[in-house]
């Protein structure tokens, strides 16, 4: 999948299942195993999300105990689970369609234990459902859960954990086979006198499962959850962004809520605490209550935090329940930043380079660096980002350096020199151009891009001629004549919708589109960016150097390269390891012993894995607080690398002789669902695979 996910990495491609958005189909759905994983990306405050990086796996006890078999057993008298990872009746095209998800491996153990997993990519769980009356007739038709849902007005957030959940095999057979309703039931007779108490948003979302498992998906059913979710969370309301993670703990307690039991048994007799089991059992108890529910089951598990005295060595420790661990991310002080230096007018006229810039700094600094290294002025430089394309964003002065993709790709960051401001006229516009080739669906930037200076007051005729003369060193002499239009011109806006520049307008550069677009353009100073898009055919007609301009390297960069070749990546072990370090808490947290009976300074905090749950789901934290120059804050990119298969997290939990540490070690995870920011903090999109 190349580098799919800002932040992280795996070796595997997950299929993918797009979120359909008011103008186009792009969300992506998880799934869910026995024993399997999920990952999230970290939210930033707008639809380009926030970014919010989970990861949820779902474990697989060796010697493993179903706590839930009053469900399996009423789950296998009305459904048929089978484990061959096809339906029964489906077509061939179905079967090798799915045959890429869904892989049933047989692995066994140092005692020759054999474990059963399953491994999905981003489609439907591992235990097909079959019922036995229409199995036949939906498998011809459909493969479940391979549908987007509809994008209601920044509702990415969303649909990316609707997508996940929808995916995760074990809650989505209490939905397919009907048994939340009766907990729903027991619910309304125990809270009959509660005010608000519909559970409307556990058969909300129920509805959406059950829809996309059969193939019957319709927007009307994500418009009514939305407006449901709404109902009951007011910073739900309207069509703000939020950050995803944050949704899926709120609805996970939601569902919670509707769906627990009360404990109706006679309470024993408080025992006294001796054990770390003890003490980590009675956490456990007073969190939940006397009431547990399907979510808890499979989702909730321990923590172990621990404060150490420097000077007696006392160790204190308290439990905490979660359903989600949240991870902190390796940073590096510096880091590279790579880009192609476009000169106005040089024989060598792209330059690619690099810097090392402090992670705090902003594009501000970078200007100041490119200005010093290459003697151009700093108002006369313009930074922005280009894809195959064209362009693809620019970057404000105030903008951290976090924001800009750390890659060494030639194509990607750009500082191209402007000519001189004090040169401009009344009415004249500065102008940034880059050429694009178009064959079918596909676009390829060639040459240089290039800047300029044009009247508003020109036509579209103009226009044309004036770029065809910035490149008549590679233009054959007949192609200038031409009266015909042999391309046209997109405005860059920053907007999804293509806006061209129309040639039957006397004087294009006067329209207001054009006005928006130079504020979004505003560094250094407002200008003006088009695309000039070539048929391809056309191109290759009139150009007498395919691809003229061409990239040389900086005598430095290969240095650069070789300095920074794995300072920008972590893994996920990487993460783990940050999690559970050892922390010296500073003067200001002082921590009084119970055995010295005195504050101790230096105090050694620790936080380890008391216990796991069948799906652990997993945040990376990508927001960080830069203070460089003020206190904002920024998503931080660094890639994740994750296995896709066989998760052990043995060596983080805590290290305990006994049968508790056992079971630990026989926990192991499979990655099945991502949910994942795409962007930065100022604009993106959440997708669900």
Not at 391 to 417: G, M, N, R, V
């Amino acid at each position: 999948m190349g580098d799919p996910l800002p932040g992280l990495r795996h070796d595997r491609k997950l299929d993918e299942n797009h979120d359909s958005d008011s103008e186009s189909e792009d969300t992506l759905p998880g799934t869910a195993v026995k024993k399997s994983f999920k990952t999230t990306d970290h939210l930033t405050s707008n639809d380009n999300g926030g970014t919010a990086d989970y990861v949820t796996p779902s474990k697989i006890k060796k010697q493993k105990t179903h706590k839930l078999g009053t469900i399996v057993k009423k789950m296998k008298q009305r459904w048929n689970f089978r484990s061959s990872g096809v339906v029964k009746g489906a077509s061939s095209s179905n079967n090798d369609a799915r045959n890429d998800v869904q892989n049933e491996n047989s692995q066994s153990d140092s005692r020759g234990n054999t474990t059963r997993t399953r491994v999905l990519g981003g489609r439907p769980p591992v235990d097909d459902i079959e019922r036995t009356d229409n199995a036949n007739q939906l498998a011809s038709v459909f493969t479940p859960c391979l549908q987007g849902i509809k994008n209601h007005g920044n509702t990415c957030f969303m649909n990316s954990v609707v997508q996940c959940l929808s995916n995760t095999d074990i809650l989505a057979k209490l939905i397919l086979t009907d048994i939340y309703k009766s907990l729903l039931r027991n619910h309304h007779r125990n809270h009959r006198k509660t005010p608000n108490n519909n559970c409307d948003v556990t058969e909300q979302f129920a509805n959406i499962v059950k829809s996309l498992w059969l193939g019957e998906y319709k927007s009307e059913l994500s418009k009514a959850f939305k407006e449901v979710i709404g109902g009951h969370a007011e910073q739900y309301q309207g069509y703000s962004q939020h950050d995803c993670q944050e949704f899926l703990l709120w609805l996970l307690d939601h569902i919670h809520q509707d769906l627990k039991t009360e404990d109706r048994t006679p309470k024993q007799p408080r025992k006294k605490i001796t054990t770390e089991d003890d003490k980590a059992s009675e956490a456990l108890a007073n969190h939940n209550g006397s009431s547990t529910s399907y979510i808890y089951e499979i989702f909730q598990g321990l923590f172990r935090s621990s404060l150490t005295c420097p000077h007696c060595g006392k160790e204190s420790s308290t439990f905490d329940p979660y359903l989600c661990l949240e991870l902190p991310i390796p940073q590096c002080k510096i880091r590279p930043i790579y880009l192609t230096l476009v000169y106005l007018d040089n024989a060598n006229k792209q330059l690619y380079t690099g810097f090392e810039m402090l992670v705090d700094d902003t594009v501000a600094e970078l200007r100041q660096r490119v200005s010093q290294e290459y003697h151009i002025p700093p108002d006369q430089i313009a930074f922005c980002e280009m894809k195959k394309d064209g362009f693809q964003c620019c970057y404000k002065d105030s903008q951290s350096l976090i924001d800009i993709p750390e890659t060494k790709d030639h194509a990607s960051l750009y500082a191209i020199e402007l000519p001189y401001w004090g040169d401009l006229q009344q009415h004249e516009l500065m102008v940034l151009a880059v050429n694009t080739s178009k064959n079918g669906k596909n676009s390829e930037r060639f040459g240089s891009p290039m800047a300029f200076s044009l009247q508003r007051d020109c036509s579209f005729s103009e226009i044309h001629d004036f770029i065809l003369n910035q490149m008549s060193d590679f233009i054959r002499r007949e192609a200038l004549g031409r009266r015909d239009f042999l391309f046209q011109l997109r405005l860059f806006d920053g907007l999804a919708n293509k806006k061209y520049l129309k040639e039957d307008v006397e004087m294009p550069l006067y329209v207001e589109t054009i006005d928006r677009a130079m504020i979004l353009n505003g560094s250094p100073k407002p200008h003006l960016k088009l695309v000039v898009e070539w048929d391809d055919k056309t191109k290759n007609s009139v150009l007498t150097v395919p691809n003229y301009h061409p990239v040389y390297n900086e005598s430095h960069i290969s240095d650069l390269e070789k300095k920074f070749k794995n300072s920008m990546s972590a893994s996920l072990d990487d993460c783990f390891q940050l999690f559970t370090k050892d922390e010296k808490l500073c003067d200001d947290d002082a921590w009084k012993c119970p055995s010295c009976k005195k504050l101790q300074q230096g105090t050694i905090k620790k936080f380890n894995l008391w216990s796991l749950p069948e799906i652990l789901v997993v945040h990376l934290k990508r927001f960080k607080q830069a203070t460089s120059t003020r206190i904002h804050n920024t998503k931080l990119n660094t890639f994740i690398e994750f296995p896709m298969n066989d998760l052990v997290l043995t060596q983080h939990a805590l290290k305990k002789s006994g049968s508790r540490s056992q079971e630990i070690n026989n926990e192991v995870y499979d990655l099945y669902g991502v949910c994942n920011h795409y962007g930065s903090m100022s604009g993106g999109h959440y997708t669900g695979k």
